[in-house]
């Protein structure tokens, strides 16, 4: 089918040429809305009016960035990554995707599960929802992911084979590598310039030399490392859960990248709503629950990635024979202190780049009073920067959660 546009009536035309959602809805009368609060593209739910159970999404990318509108053009082709995503990270942990229907990457479209019973994370974590099973749940997907896309995992052949796939999705390595590393911390046409004008804590920033010479060398990371294939954008927006239940959103943003990048993605947006809830609702208990939950997080990722590598065999990488198990061990044990290091550095990168940058979020933005605002944005930068400055020489968990605290 050649791409067009969708809109909420044509969606509905569009889902009925497809005869497994036509069979789903049957004869049901059915209506359409669109409810995308993202920054790039459309999603519809589609609802039977004779059965409020029966729903779909309908996402589609549309060939420009939608936060910024048509003047800002940005090719369709980005749900193509989205939709190989999707169904590579089904097959490796379908317990946390939604069930996909139906892709099309000539429409440009991914029809989904609508996760009725889920919200997104960002919203339950201003709202102090407690996740008991959260850790546990990303845990296991960063590991799983994150290992069984590596050279950890794969044979060589099939690791380049995964980054050809992937390669192609230049536009929005691109996007991260402008507003993640580079225009939030200058001046930039594309920053929040209200904020920044007679903003001395800005100046700070933009003339902080130290930081940013460390920004490039995780920069040239995201640029250069091939380690896994990552969701690239696995911020607190990109996650729908209950306490029961925990779904990944919204991958268009993958390629092959560095392992730390999602893990440092996930660790920023619980640090920043850590602080959210320091300046704004003060809740002591919420706080600890937060530390907590970063703190098994990044444990439980290392235990179950060590099992899933302590039980593959045949990996190309290390041949059998080839060096005693006390040396794999402390092989093993270096490469996961990198991982942790890596995730950090990003993290700092990922916490900073929301204070100024074009894309806000609403734990900072969101905080109505001018004074407070200012104080959260001044303790984000200050963990950032120190995140970034000392990220290579980071050895443990319990140093990351010294700095949040102090
Ligand atoms: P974008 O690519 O524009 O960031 P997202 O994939 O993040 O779009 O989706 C935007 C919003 O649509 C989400 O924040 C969520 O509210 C809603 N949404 C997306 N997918 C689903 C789904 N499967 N079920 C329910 N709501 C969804
Ligand atoms: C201009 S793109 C802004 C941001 O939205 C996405 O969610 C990514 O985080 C991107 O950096
Ligand atoms: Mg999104």
Redesign the pocket.
């Known amino acids: 089918m050649k791409y067009k546009v969708l809109n909420k009536n044509s969606v509905i035309n569009y889902i009925y040429e497809i005869k497994e959602i036509a069979d789903y809805f049957g004869t049901d009368e059915v209506e359409a809305k669109e409810i995308g609060d ?3 593209n459309f999603v519809y739910i589609v609802s039977s009016l004779q059965n409020k159970n029966k729903s779909l999404i309908v996402k589609q990318a549309v060939p420009y ?1 939608r ?2 509108g048509e003047d800002f053009p940005l090719s369709r082709e980005r749900m193509t990554y989205e939709i190989r995503a999707l169904t590579k990270f089904k097959k490796i942990t379908s317990k946390f995707i939604p069930k996909l229907y139906h892709t099309s990457e000539q429409m440009s479209v991914v029809v989904m599960q609508y996760l009725d019973e889920h919200i997104i994370l960002r919203g339950g974590l201003i709202d102090k929802k407690i996740y008991p099973n959260f850790s546990d749940h990303i845990s296991t997907y960063l590991a799983r992911v994150l290992f069984y896309t590596s050279s950890l995992a794969l044979q060589s052949c099939d690791k380049r084979e995964l980054i050809d796939e992937f390669n192609g999705n230049v536009e929005l390595c691109k ?2 590598e402008d ?2 590393f580079t225009f939030a911390f200058m001046e930039n046409e ?1 920053n929040d310039n209200e904020n920044v004008k007679n903003n001395p804590l800005a100046n700070m920033l933009f003339d902080d030399m130290e930081f940013k010479e460390k920004v490039l060398e995780l920069k040239y990371k995201f640029m250069t490392q091939t380690d896994a294939l990552i969701h690239g ?1 696995l ?1 607190t ?2 996650i729908m859960l209950n306490k029961d239940e925990t779904y990944v959103i919204d991958p268009e ?1 993958a390629f092959v990248g560095p392992f730390g990048f999602d893990i440092g993605a996930l660790l920023s947006n619980l640090v920043n709503n850590y602080v959210h809830h320091h300046i704004v609702t003060g809740d002591q208990e919420y706080k600890k629950w937060l530390l907590k939950t970063i703190e098994e997080m990044l444990k439980m990722f290392d235990e179950k990635f060590f099992d899933l590598w302590d039980a593959q065999e045949n990996s190309s990488l290390i041949l059998d024979g080839y060096i005693d198990d006390s040396a794999l061990e402390k092989y093993k044990s270096k490469f996961l202190t990198n991982i942790l290091r890596d995730s950090v550095g990003f993290a700092g990168c990922k916490m900073a780049r929301r204070v100024f940058g ?2 806000g979020v609403e734990e900072i933005r969101g905080i109505k009073d001018k004074g407070l605002r200012a104080k959260a944005e001044k303790m984000i930068l200050q963990i950032a920067r120190e995140f970034v400055l000392k990220y290579d020489s980071i050895n443990s968990i319990e140093q990351i959660i010294e700095i949040i605290e102090r």
């Open positions: 993202g920054n790039l960035l936060c910024v996007l991260t507003f993640v594309t954008d911020h927006g990109s943003f074009v894309a």
